[in-house]
T-cell receptor, first 113, second 114 residues
Framework: AQSVTQLDSHVSVSEGTPVLLRCNYSSSYSPSLFWYVQHPNKGLQLLLKYTSAATLVKGINGFEAEFKKSETSFHLTKPSAHMSDAAEYFCVVSDQGADGLTFGKGTHLIIQP | DTGVSQNPRHKITKRGQNVTFRCDPISEHNRLYWYRQTLGQGPEFLTYFQNEAQLEKSRLLSDRFSAERPKGSFSTLEIQRTEQGDSAMYLC????????????FGSGTRLTVV
């Protein structure tokens, strides 16, 4: 069975400082891992995905994530936060053979001016 | 191509009424998924289609929920005899191929049952 734990429900950073959103996963098989972002009143947008190639994955808008199998983690980072990054972020896992995605509960990212 | 389209954007209904939502996927996508998102939670997988075949429906929340994709293009999600607990955002997503690709989500239909 697959599951995802996002370790922080809210993260607040100042504009221009680094962002770290933490995610741990549980998977029976070789997983695919994703980060999605949801801005208010907008659809979920794919930030990046890991599908068993390079462990450091680069996504859109300067975000990246590192797959660490030994730690079962897939943390999302960005070197310098922008005000436009304020949104809800979801870590997502999909097991091999699974039909649907399993989402974490989300991390609300707040950017302070 | 304007992405995944969902209608209506909002629906308010009285308890006990039936509601139907529509999803138009990206035209070349053969897979279509339905998710439900309640307040403060991540989306929860409900069902999916490959072309017109519904390949997984055991995760539908109850027998009041049903989905169709009659010609392998648009899909509908129906909830019969709505309950207040059905109030949520219903999301549709589509993809071409397997999970490796990642899905494109629509903006959702927000259902409020009063």
């Amino acid at each position: 069975a697959q599951s995802v734990t996002q370790l922080d429900s809210h993260v607040s950073v100042s504009e221009g400082t680094p962002v770290l959103l933490r995610c741990n996963y549980s998977s029976s098989y070789s997983p695919s891992l994703f980060w999605y972002v949801q801005h208010p009143n907008k659809g979920l947008q794919l930030l990046l995905k890991y599908t068993s190639a390079a462990t450091l994955v680069k996504g859109i808008n300067g975000f990246e994530a590192e797959f660490k199998k030994s730690e079962t983690s897939f943390h999302l980072t960005k070197p310098s936060a922008h005000m436009s990054d304020a949104a809800e972020y979801f870590c997502v896992v999909s097991d091999q053979g699974a039909d649907g995605l399993t989402f974490g509960k989300g991390t609300h990212l707040i950017i302070q001016p | 191509d304007t992405g995944v389209s969902q209608n209506p954007r909002h629906k308010i209904t009285k308890r006990g009424q039936n509601v139907t939502f529509r999803c138009d996927p990206i035209s070349e996508h053969n897979r279509l998924y339905w998710y439900r998102q309640t307040l403060g939670q991540g989306p929860e997988f409900l069902t999916y289609f490959q072309n017109e075949a519904q390949l997984e429906k055991s995760r539908l929340l109850s027998d009041r929920f049903s989905a169709e994709r009659p010609k392998g293009s648009f899909s509908t999600l129906e909830i019969q005899r709505t309950e207040q607990g059905d109030s949520a955002m219903y999301l549709c997503a589509s993809s071409f191929g397997t999970r490796w690709i990642g899905y494109t989500f629509g903006s959702g239909t927000r259902l409020t049952v009063v």
